[in-house]
């Protein structure tokens, strides 16, 4: 089983960009689809994004698309969420999180798909 960490989180004005980073540790990361969570204060974790094994699919929540991307490199196990265009309802800690799966393209919006949760990342975006 891996274990995750995430890193990139910080204040950021509104309009700004962060990049979210988790790195996996062992050598399975290749075997789970990874998905990026949020949770506001006093709100319910939610979906962001998520990627298969392989990389070649992924998925936003409505809230985010076209404004977030998610990537992977198996080879570094490493999942990143690019964070542009941000507002302040972004504000949240981000959760990375991995899903096993025997599916290369399978990717997972609910959380209780993900066996493994990192510890969070704060991001404050300020108006």
């Known amino acids: 089983q891996v274990q995750l960490v995430e890193s990139g989180g910080g204040l950021v004005q509104a309009g700004g960009s962060l990049r979210l980073s988790c790195v996996a540790s062992g050598r399975t990361f290749g075997s789970y689809a990874m998905g990026w969570f949020r949770q506001a204060p006093g709100k319910e974790r939610e979906f962001v994004a998520t990627i298969s094994r392989s990389g070649d699919t992924t998925t936003y929540a409505d809230s985010v698309k076209g404004r977030f991307t998610i990537s992977r490199d198996n080879a570094k196990n490493t999942v990143d969420l690019q964070m542009n265009s941000l507002k302040p309802e972004d504000t949240a800690v981000y959760y990375c999180?991995?899903?096993?799966?025997?599916?290369?393209?399978?990717?997972?919006?609910?959380?209780?798909?993900?066996?493994?949760w990192g510890q969070g990342t704060q991001v404050t975006v300020s108006s």
């Open positions: 999180a991995a899903g096993r799966t025997a599916y290369s393209g399978r990717i997972y919006r609910t959380a209780y798909n993900y066996d493994t």
